[in-house]
């Protein structure tokens, strides 16, 4: 049973008084987490198929965003290491190429079987590693990692029959690069298609949470995946900026990259003229669409999950929520009583809602966003709860009055910050939803069939969730227009980033 006065880091609710009598509100107790992954105090990087010393000699401490205390020590990969990385996938790229499919087949779904099996750990070392809630690294995050894995499995031996008329080949060495926000997801969404398709990877793990990709890597040993044939580099933007370097030299065939738009435009700008392909998966500023006619209830649970899922590290995130002004205020008064009951707290705690926030640069980084909303005029609406004293947290919160010229309405926040905005029209919704430099996801809220078939025709962006948001599947293609980036992850489309098709496909 849910309280509807505000939650506290400890648990502990404040008493509510009702005329003369003063009732202690039922709270929830504690639900820890009691599984502890198994973490080696040093991680060096996962090349050829073992863990070997950085040539670089350097190392960073990798924290809990949650507690800032220290995890585990991980290699810093210099030029060299990336180097040694992209030759161990050279050398073992034509033999896996060769394997038989079904044999492929088996070994991913040995992975995919074996990441099940350890799901636990994982979720747990996820949401220590980064700040998400564990109920969403255990629901959410493995079960789709593990899903990419057994639906990629299943393409090994079909790969003929994906692209009518064309032989498939494998791409090479693909290049991948990946953000913090869905660590072993992304790695997941990044490996599964390659190694279906018979091509070798080198890894980059975003330099705040290495940790789930470097368990990975043992799982790969243990599932038999040959020595070279994926490879997980540790670093920062150093180490990405060295991965590019090779492909534009021609040593990597393929790079995907996720993350943020800055960087991706500097990858395409490196890698541009050379003939390496590039998929890039970026940011957004995605539109939440409430008609009057919605199941505004269904619609409030739509917008939770839409901004405060994973502290709004989402890129698609509904970031920005468009309300029919005729239900804004009676809506707005249903959203801030929802967000009345959300549980900001210990990652790795059962009954959180909303998690840290990934590191203290992304801490700063929302609170100039939140200075500049109230500053430009918009009015902040926070959920009041006590923050715990360590760590990197940030209240859920809603600024109303918002307009489009505003930086909030304008730029990816990438924090559980929402802009609120209205309409009166469908036109004015498409229209304003529309403008923004981005197009990855949007979400709209109508009993309708037709307004919602039509506004899923005139929004400009790769996914379009009618009556839900942040819904995934491996089958089902993932990715953005304009600065969101190009190329799909996850289905056919997804494939054949990691294919050469041949007759100029
Ligand atoms: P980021 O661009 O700073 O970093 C992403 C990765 O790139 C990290 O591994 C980082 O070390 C590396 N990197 C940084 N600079 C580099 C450079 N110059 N050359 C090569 N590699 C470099 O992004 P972030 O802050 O880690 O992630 C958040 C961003 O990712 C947000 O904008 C979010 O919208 C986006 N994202 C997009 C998707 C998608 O599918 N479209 C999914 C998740 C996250």
């Known amino acids: 049973m849910r309280s509807r006065s505000p939650a506290s880091a400890s648990g502990i609710r404040p008493p509510v008084t009702l005329g003369a009598v003063t009732i202690a ?13 198994t973490l080696r105090s040093e991680y060096g990087l996962f090349i050829g198929g073992r863990f070997v010393e950085p040539k670089s000699g350097a190392s960073f401490k990798t924290i809990n965003p949650a507690t800032e205390e220290a995890l585990a020590t991980v290699a810093d990969a210099g030029e060299a290491d990336m180097a040694r990385a992209v030759d161990a996938a050279r050398k073992a790229q034509p033999k896996w ?3 038989k499919p079904a044999e492929r087949a088996k070994i991913l779904f040995r992975i995919a079987r074996r990441i099940q099996e350890r799901s636990r750990e994982l979720a747990v070392l996820e949401s220590m590693n980064g700040g998400k809630p564990i109920k969403e690294s255990r629901d959410e995050d493995l079960p789709l990692v593990a899903q990419h894995f057994f639906h990629h499995a299943g393409w090994c ?6 692209f009518a008329g064309a032989k498939p080949q494998p791409v090479g060495v693909c290049g991948q690069i990946i953000p913090w926000n869905f660590p072993l997801l992304m790695a997941a969404w990044k490996l599964a298609p390659a190694l279906a398709c018979g091509n070798s990877c080198v890894l980059k793990p975003a330099e705040t949470t290495p940790l789930t990709a470097l368990m990975l890597g043992e799982i790969l040993q243990e599932c038999g995946l040959p020595d070279g044939v994926v490879n997980i580099v540790t670093g920062g933007p150093d180490a990405g900026r060295a991965l590019t370097a090779l492909a534009a030299k021609g040593k990597v065939d393929k790079v995907a990259f996720t993350g943020s738009t800055e960087v991706g435009k500097a990858i395409a700008k490196t890698l541009a003229g ?8 970026l940011g957004g500023k995605s539109p939440n669409i409430v008609f009057a006619d919605a199941a505004l209830d ?5 917008v939770v999950s839409g901004i ?5 590290h989402v890129c698609c995130a509904g970031s920005r929520l468009f309300v029919e002004e005729a239900i804004h205020e009676d809506f707005i008064d249903r959203l801030r009583n929802r967000m009345r009951t959300l549980r900001v707290g210990d990652p790795l705690d059962k009954n959180t809602d909303v998690g840290a926030i990934n590191s203290k640069a992304q801490l700063t980084t929302i609170e100039r966003y939140l200075k500049a909303g109230s500053d430009e005029g918009a009015e902040r609406f926070e959920v009041a709860c006590d923050l715990p004293k360590k760590g990197f947290w940030c209240r859920p919160c809603i600024f109303t009055g918002v307009q489009p010229s505003h930086t909030i309405a304008r730029e990816e926040i990438f924090g559980p910050v929402l802009s609120v905005m209205t309409f009166r029209t469908p036109e004015e919704a498409v229209q304003r939803a529309n403008n ?8 709209v809220w109508t009993e309708k069939a037709s307004r919602a078939l039509e506004m899923s025709n005139r929004l400009n962006a790769g996914v379009v969730w009618l009556n839900t948001f942040n819904r995934f599947d491996a089958s ?10 190009f190329g799909r992850e996850g289905g056919r489309q997804g494939l054949s980033a990691y294919v050469k098709l041949g007759g100029g496909r």
């Open 25 to 37: 509100p039922l709270s929830y107790a504690p639900a820890p987490e009691s599984v502890r992954p």
């Open 97 to 99: 190429a060769k394997t």
């Open 157 to 162: 031996d079909k790969l003929d029959y994906a």
């Open 274 to 281: 050379s003939g390496v392909k590039l998929t890039l998966e």
């Open 298 to 302: 269904q619609a409030v649970e739509g």
């Open 308 to 312: 405060w899922f994973n502290q709004g």
């Open 436 to 443: 923004t430099t981005y197009g990855l996801s949007a979400g």
């Open 476 to 485: 089902a293609p993932f990715g953005g227009y304009k600065e969101s980036g």
